[in-house]
């Protein structure tokens, strides 16, 4: 079955960067689009950015500090955070949708991100 495994979170200030990764297995991975999700304390689970291909898009409320990319070769996506801020603190899921299918098909457990002000 599809797996999907997040690694990268922690602690760190305002400011500061992580990069999260995701490994997947299971799966046709270059046939899949991948996306970032994250939910915070007491919030509803809320997009972050995918990839479909190199075609990428973002929330508004990260764009120009998280890039997303790929690596087909190694089952493997990853969010590069910069800028991070206070109110980017939540889990992020890895979340995997088949190029036809209409939701996603698969998530990850979560990995945790803290942002210190």
């Known amino acids: 079955q599809v797996q999907l495994v997040e690694s990268g979170g922690g602690l760190v200030q305002a400011g500061g960067s992580l990069r999260l990764s995701c490994a997947a297995s299971?799966?046709?991975?270059?046939?899949?689009?991948m996306a970032w999700f994250r939910q915070a304390p007491g919030k509803e689970r809320e997009f972050v950015a995918r990839?479909?291909?190199?075609?990428?898009y973002y929330a508004d409320s990260v764009k120009g500090r998280f890039t997303i990319s790929r690596d087909d070769a190694k089952n493997t996506v990853y969010l590069q955070m910069n800028s991070l801020k206070p109110e980017g603190t939540a889990v992020y899921y890895c979340?995997?949708?088949?190029?036809?299918?209409?939701?996603?098909?698969?998530w990850g457990q979560g990995t945790q991100v803290t942002v210190s002000s």
């Open positions: 979340a995997a949708q088949y190029y036809s299918s209409t939701s996603y098909d698969a």
């Open positions: 299971g799966l046709t991975f270059s046939s899949y689009t």
């Open positions: 990839i479909r291909w190199s075609i990428t």
